[in-house]
């Protein structure tokens, strides 16, 4: 079976430029969420979505945005990138069989790592 | 927010040794997660404690979750090379829909 696939895996991109990272959950889950994680530091919740919903956003500006589609992918959006935006982002599936997410075991993918000069 | 430290921050060992990952918080948490993460990956989920005083036992890695659900320990015995990773603590908020990951503790074995 396949785990959680996030896209790509590398990118670089130039101050005030735009991203748009995808994610793939494991066949069946319904939530995914989100989370960056800055070198040497643990991950960081950004949001979680459940069936096209926002279920939670942690504490990131307004640049940072995303949305699930009907087959329950999901895309993460950065605009107005800065050099403190470089990180890897970690997309996490879970079955969201319950309202309290967090209690589900996530199942995370490899990341993307954006570089941001 | 609720934060999660973890000591020690880094942790170099040689192979066979014992050594003990604390993972304390201020907060009550009503689950508790440890994962382990390699480069180039993201974490994996190693397990879940849930009562306060539960001790669970994966092979040579024991786990234990605070009576008062706010801290948690690793225990690792006879550490083999295979070991050699990040190591990250997490917490379920009561109510809460995301975890708060820990600071992470970076082990090393040495053959």
């Known amino acids: 079976d396949a785990g959680v696939t996030q896209s790509p895996t590398h990118l670089i991109k130039t101050r005030g430029q735009q991203v748009t990272l995808r994610c793939s959950p494991i066949?069946?889950?319904?939530?995914v969420s989100w989370y960056q994680q800055v070198l040497g530091q643990g991950p960081q919740f950004i949001f979680q979505?459940?069936?096209?919903?926002?279920?939670g956003r942690g504490n990131f500006p307004d640049r940072f945005s995303a949305r699930q589609f009907p087959n329950y992918s999901s895309e993460l959006n950065v605009n107005a990138l800065l050099l403190g935006d470089s990180a890897l982002y970690l997309c996490?599936?879970?079955?969201?069989?319950?309202?309290?997410?967090?209690?589900?075991?996530?199942?995370f993918g490899p990341g993307t790592r954006l570089l941001v000069l | 927010t609720q934060l999660l430290e973890q000591s020690p921050q880094f942790l170099s060992i040689q192979e066979g040794e014992n050594l003990t990952v604390y993972c304390n918080s201020s907060?009550?948490?009503?689950?508790l997660q440890w994962y382990r993460q390699e480069p180039g990956e993201g974490p994996v989920l190693l397990v879940t404690?849930?009562?306060?005083?539960e001790v669970k036992k994966l092979k040579r890695l024991t786990f234990q979750f605070g009576d008062a659900r706010k801290d948690s320990s690793l225990h690792i015995t006879a550490a083999q090379p295979g070991d050699t990773g990040l190591y990250l603590c997490?917490?379920?908020?009561?109510?809460?829909?995301?975890?708060?990951f820990g600071t992470g503790t970076r082990l090393t074995v040495i053959p």
């Open positions: 979505y459940y069936e096209k919903e926002e279920r």
């Open positions: 404690v849930v009562t306060g005083g």
């Open positions: 997490a917490g379920a908020g009561t109510g809460a829909n995301n975890l708060f």
């Open positions: 066949s069946g889950h319904k939530s």
């Open positions: 907060s009550v948490f009503s689950s």
């Open positions: 996490a599936s879970s079955l969201g069989s319950t309202w309290r997410g967090a209690q589900e075991t996530q199942y």
